[in-house]
């Protein structure tokens, strides 16, 4: 073989080798910072989570507050059968 063609072939054996090396460091990045990735998307739908509670808190608070305004809470009785259900509904169980 020629020395030309040695040369060739050692350039080309040196950039697989480094296409290699590249790879598996990517791959191991990428197997650290996953589980902090994750971390922090479950840390984004728990605020977010807990911020449409909030919005809807503060929702029936300020419904509650127009209807006390406007005298409508004494003319609207929820039907005992409807209180009930609501009690006792599995995803009213499964929320709290």
């Known amino acids: 073989m020629s020395t ?6 050692t350039q ?6 480094m296409y290699k ?11 650290k910072i996953t589980p902090q990735y ?3 998307i479950i840390q984004l ?3 977010g989570m807990k911020t449409c509670e909030k919005t809807i808190n503060a929702t029936v608070s300020v419904q ?3 209807a006390k305004k406007q005298a409508l809470q004494q003319k ?3 039907p005992q059968e409807l209180q009930s259900l609501i009690q006792t509904s599995k995803l009213f169980k499964q929320v709290h």
């Not at 090396?21 to 197997?31: A, P």
């Open 21 to 31: 090396q590249n790879v598996q460091k990517y791959f191991e990045n990428m197997s």
């Open 38 to 40: 994750f971390q922090a």
């Open 12 to 17: 080309a054996n040196n950039v697989y080798s």
């Open 45 to 47: 739908q728990e605020e």
């Open 76 to 78: 609207f009785q929820m």
């Open 4 to 9: 030309q063609t040695q040369t060739k072939n």
């Open 64 to 66: 509650q507050e127009f």
